[in-house]
């Protein structure tokens, strides 16, 4: 078994509130990310899949294809986005780093042919990343 990795970047804005606290609780729980305006973040996304060796390509998947499926997935719906304004998995959900790594799983994971989905590791600055490995 192989395991490969691709790196991508992206921007996106995004606030914490959960609309069943008070003003003040999301205030005293989410502090200045509750701020309606937003702030934003240069997001470090790694995706990593895994698979065997192709006899025939010498691949465990053709680097251009996953890049594409990277691209149109997720760079695309998200790079200089409001998440929780412009991207319908944040419609109803906190759009936490946590909840990131999770949403772009779930656009990833059925798209993939020739390898398996492995984990999601998602920067949100350089010391503080989340990784998620599908439902257990």
């Known amino acids: 078994m192989l395991y490969l990795t691709r790196k991508a970047e992206f921007s996106a804005a995004h606030y914490y509130n959960n609309p069943e606290f008070s003003l003040e609780e999301n205030q005293r729980i989410f502090g200045k990310c509750n701020n309606p305006h937003g702030h934003g973040h240069n997001y470090t996304l790694e995706v990593t899949v895994k698979g065997q060796v192709d006899a025939c390509s010498g691949f465990v998947v053709d680097l251009k294809q996953l890049k594409d499926i990277m691209n149109r997935e997720v760079i695309d719906a998200l790079d200089h986005r409001f998440l929780n304004h412009e991207v319908p998995e944040f419609k109803h959900a906190i759009p936490t780093t946590e ?21 999601i590791r998602v920067y949100e600055t350089p010391d503080l990343f989340v990784d998620y490995y599908g439902e257990a």
């Open 99 to 119: 909840n990131l790594a999770i949403a772009i799983w779930d656009r990833l994971n059925t798209k993939l042919r020739t390898a398996e989905l492995h984990r």
